[in-house]
């Protein structure tokens, strides 16, 4: 029933900004006790947490990536979003946004994001 859907350029250049949007459907991010998450596989690796906004709004980043990293989130919409700044060919990766209920009980079908010039 909860379904998540990213969206976004696939192609961003070394230093710029990677933006991406998470539009949800069949649940609000408003609702109490769940965790909105940003998280991420480089090929040939693992899958990496960037970070999450919370259904109160808060919002908690993975330290090596809290200094250039924003997530924001939009209500009136049911969207929440990704900003990581200055980025370098070592953030290349698909790039998931998935709820987090005590587990990641529903992902996107991620979108693949290259940096390069």
């Known amino acids: 029933q909860v379904q998540l859907q990213e969206s976004g350029p696939g192609l961003v250049k070394p230093s710029q900004t990677l933006s991406l949007t998470c539009t949800v459907s069949?649940?609000?991010?408003?609702?109490?006790?769940?965790?909105w998450s940003w998280i991420r596989q480089p090929p040939g690796k693992g899958l990496e947490w960037i970070g999450y906004?919370?259904?109160?709004?808060?919002?908690y980043y993975s330290p090596s990536l809290k200094s250039r990293t924003s997530i924001s989130r939009d209500t009136s919409k049911n969207q929440f979003t990704l900003q990581l700044y200055s980025v370098t060919p070592e953030d290349t990766a698909v790039y998931y946004c998935?709820?987090?209920?005590?587990?990641?009980?529903?992902w996107g079908k991620g979108t693949l994001v290259t940096v390069s010039s």
């Open positions: 998935a709820r987090e209920d005590n587990r990641y009980d529903y």
């Open positions: 906004v919370a259904f109160n709004g808060d919002t």
């Open positions: 069949g649940g609000s991010i408003t609702t109490a006790n769940y965790f």
